[in-house]
């Protein structure tokens, strides 16, 4: 008799229908030494469930020694200065192009001119430098002309 009731508890806790009281006969039930033995596979789960019931919950409670305390101070000053930090970096990059950009409406100058005369003039200019640039360019390579001329003489090849 008893053997069937435990099976519908068993049964209930499953389906999760049991009450307080029908769970501590379980567990109380699989306490014992006499558990059938169909229904061994039930005792680690309910034994389990007695150790649970007769655990205490104890919290730690951290406190705060003067050593421990300008370490924190000092994490979450760093996390401000840097917040701080960021924000400066941002607004002076946003009033730099701010007043760039106000420079640059005033200044459509594209560097046309109305005389072709003036025009001819700083196009002769603009090539002049272009071509003292290109010289220059040019020397270099002839140095390299001479250097690679001795390492042939010098090796060989």
Known sequence: MELDK???LIEKYFQGETSIAEENELRTYFSSLN????LE???????????????????????????NFP???????VAWLSIAASVVVLMGIGTYVYYNYEDEKGKQDLGTYDDPEVAFRQTQKALALLS??????IESVKYIE????????????
């Not at 558990?35 to 169909?38: D, I, N, R």
């Not at 005792?43 to 020694?65: N, V």
């Open 146 to 157: 001479e250097y690679q001329e001795s390492k042939e003489l010098i090796f060989k090849q």
């Open 6 to 8: 435990i099976e519908l």
């Open 71 to 77: 370490n924190e101070f000092k994490k979450r000053n």
């Open 35 to 38: 558990v059938a033995q169909h």
């Open 132 to 137: 003292n640039h290109v010289n220059v360019g």
């Open 41 to 67: 596979q039930y005792k680690p789960l309910f034994g389990y469930l007695s150790l649970a019931a007769d655990q205490k919950f104890a919290p730690e409670i951290a406190l705060h020694s003067k050593q």
